[in-house]
């Protein structure tokens, strides 16, 4: 049986004995502009389809109406900061944050003193949970996806990597490392690692170096995101450089798949892929039906996937209880969702997740490649 249906039946059986509010408060950061606007856009877009829907039907687990507080943070993590605290002073029980990890473990700061659960909409950087243990990721973290990409490119016969990090951002820096780690375990060699600063114009002297490198990598991996990752692809490639390039979630928009021609052939890790006849696939029909838009991303689905934990949180709790709801999420093992299954139990709080690769394709498409779970015994530890 699904974790989602035990849970609710539970609840079901115990709601006329339980205490709520009568309404459930969640404050949304959405930046509407700047660099997190492609990711936290879309994410909002689910999460409130989903929402809306569960809405329609009487509230999370049918019985708890909800009613959302969205302020753009601008992709401004000050800004964001003053935003979380407006929102908790307008009794905000559930915070869903931006997109990345430094917004987040921001506004976890200030979520802290009262244990209000914080989980961010798409930022992938385990650091981000060491906040605190209300503090929750809901995409599979880079460790992971950094763990299964390497397990992919030694499959492929890749035995020299070389690495793009910006030490501007946890998620920039982290994932290639954490690739590098288990690439090396796996018996491959990073062979260099370049540094560049996010929103760099010009990374024509990055591929001078990997051009002179004295060993020739095989591999370049980066979780460099725009602007910085079309810069450095178009300046790789036109300097002739055809090495294969992998990189993670962050390459999974429409702007990096409408690049055409240097993007072909690029692999990226991703949180899902929908499939034929899957509840995925399902979600995107009835959304495009309800919007006229298709989501062309995996962000909008992870959105309801966060309105689906946060429903199974609450079931599990009992309550709206703040440091309840996120005790209890804590411990949900094999919840569902529509992406994947998510446990956080027996884990740092970053939902242990099937990781997608995927291949761009010449027509600015995107292909499956494989989906695998992560050992999380065998994990990079942040």
């Known amino acids: 049986m699904k974790m989602k249906s035990l849970l609710l039946g539970t609840a079901v059986a115990a709601l006329a004995s339980a205490s709520f509010a009568e309404e459930y408060v969640i404050g949304v950061m ?4 700047g660099y997190l606007a492609p990711y936290d856009g879309p994410a909002y877009a689910g999460f409130k389809f989903c929402m809306d829907e569960k809405m329609a039907n009487g ?12 302020k753009d943070t601008r992709s401004d993590i000050a800004f964001g900061v003053q935003v979380v605290q407006e929102m908790l002073d307008d009794g905000a029980q559930f915070i869903v944050s931006s997109a990345d990890a430094d917004p987040t473990i921001a506004a976890a700061q200030i979520t802290a003193p009262d244990m209000v659960p914080t989980m961010t909409f798409a930022g992938t950087a385990p650091v981000l949970t060491q906040v605190g243990p209300h503090v929750f990721g809901s995409y599979p973290a880079d460790n992971q996806q950094g763990a299964v990409l390497a397990g992919y490119a030694r499959d492929q016969g890749f035995e020299k990597a070389w690495l793009l990090t910006s030490p501007d951002s946890a998620y920039s820096l982290g994932g290639p490392r954490y690739f590098g780690e288990v690439f090396k375990t796996l018996g491959g060699e990073v062979v260099g690692e370049s540094t560049y600063s996010l929103n ?3 990374f024509s002297a990055i591929v001078t170096n990997i051009q002179n490198a004295e060993t020739t990598p095989d591999v370049i991996v ?19 450089v055809e090495t294969q390039v992998m990189g993670g979630d962050v390459l999974d928009t429409p ?23 899957s509840a995925y696939a399902d979600f995107i029909t009835r959304f495009e039906e309800a919007t006229g838009t298709k989501p062309d991303n995996n962000y909008y ?20 209880d703040p440091a309840a709801v996120s005790a209890a999420m804590a411990e949900i093992e094999n919840g569902e969702a ?8 027996g884990t740092d709080r970053m939902p242990l997740r099937e990781v997608v690769v995927a291949r761009i394709t010449a027509d600015g498409e995107k292909e499956f490649v494989l989906r695998e779970m992560a050992d999380p015994e065998t994990l990079p530890k942040p």
Not at 59 to 70: A, D, E, K, M, Q
Request: glycine share 14%.
């Open 222 to 240: 980066t979780w460099a995101w725009e602007p910085d990752f079309p810069a450095f692809i178009r300046a790789l490639r036109g300097a002739g």
């Open 59 to 70: 509230g999370l687990n049918g019985t708890i109406p909800v009613r959302l507080i969205v």
């Open 338 to 345: 529509t992406m994947s299954n998510f446990t956080f139990k």
């Open 255 to 277: 702007t990096v798949r409408g690049l055409g021609e240097v993007v072909s052939g690029v692999v990226h890790t991703s949180g899902g892929f929908p499939d034929e006849g």
């Open 30 to 33: 959405s930046a509407q502009s």
């Open 301 to 320: 689905v992870n959105g309801c996937d966060i309105a689906d934990m946060i429903e199974q949180a609450v079931a599990a709790a009992g309550t709206t």
């Open 200 to 202: 760099q114009p010009d």
